[in-house]
């Protein structure tokens, strides 16, 4: 980081024609600008420091799911993603806090569970489906509909966010039976029901 060092010298001219000490407001300022360089170094250093693992993916990197994916995620979820994807996912447990910058997280499990119970409910089977991480630990899928423009779902633990790139439209429904039957009324007709 850059330090910034002020010095001033005294002048037998220090006093302004209305008698304001120019060389003790000078000493003031330099204080001012030394605790806000320390204060800018220490959030600095707080940035670059990692979100710390979540109980979640400590549980995951200890072991404790001996089955790994295979046991956290449906049939049908597994279906639509196919082995490629089970692949990628499983890749997804091994990221540690930090992983995509000092204020990603890993992944988040119940996301994994949306997720999964988004597929197990609407059996959607797109046939280019691509899964992701987001940097908040949620997973993310997307394919390109008929007009190869991209649909993109996030996946949180209580909501899922969407995006519609053939009609630019984003927005977020609270997971469950209505906003999931929401979803799927904005889904283009290729991918509403499969």
């Not at 060092?5 to 000490?21: K, Y």
């Not at 200890?62 to 979820?77: F, K, M, P």
């Not at 597929?119 to 993310?140: E, K």
Request: hydrophobic letters at 40%; one cysteine or more; charged letters at 20%.
């Amino acid at each position: 980081m850059n330090s910034c060092v002020l010095s001033f010298e005294p002048d037998p001219f220090s006093r302004d024609p209305i008698g304001f000490d120019v060389t003790e407001l000078a000493a003031t300022l330099s204080a001012h600008v030394e605790a806000i360089a320390q204060t800018l170094q220490t959030i600095s250093v707080k940035d670059d420091a990692a979100t710390p693992d979540t109980q979640q993916s400590l549980v995951v990197k200890e072991g404790l799911l001996q089955d790994g994916v295979s046991t956290l995620i449906s049939d049908a979820a597994t279906a639509a993603i196919g082995g490629a994807g089970l692949n990628r996912l499983q890749g997804f447990f091994q990221l540690q806090a930090g992983w995509d910058g000092p204020s990603s997280k890993p992944l988040d499990l119940s996301s994994i569970e949306t997720f999964s119970n988004f597929f197990s409910r609407t059996r959607i089977r797109p046939p280019r489906l691509g899964v992701f991480m987001s940097a908040q630990g949620n997973l993310v899928a997307n394919w390109p509909d008929n007009n190869n423009k991209l649909i993109e779902l996030e996946f949180r633990s209580t909501e899922i966010d969407y995006f519609f790139e053939h009609s630019g439209e984003e927005g977020m429904v609270v997971y469950g039976e209505i906003g999931i039957n929401s979803l799927l009324d904005k889904l283009p007709t290729e991918h509403a029901v499969a």
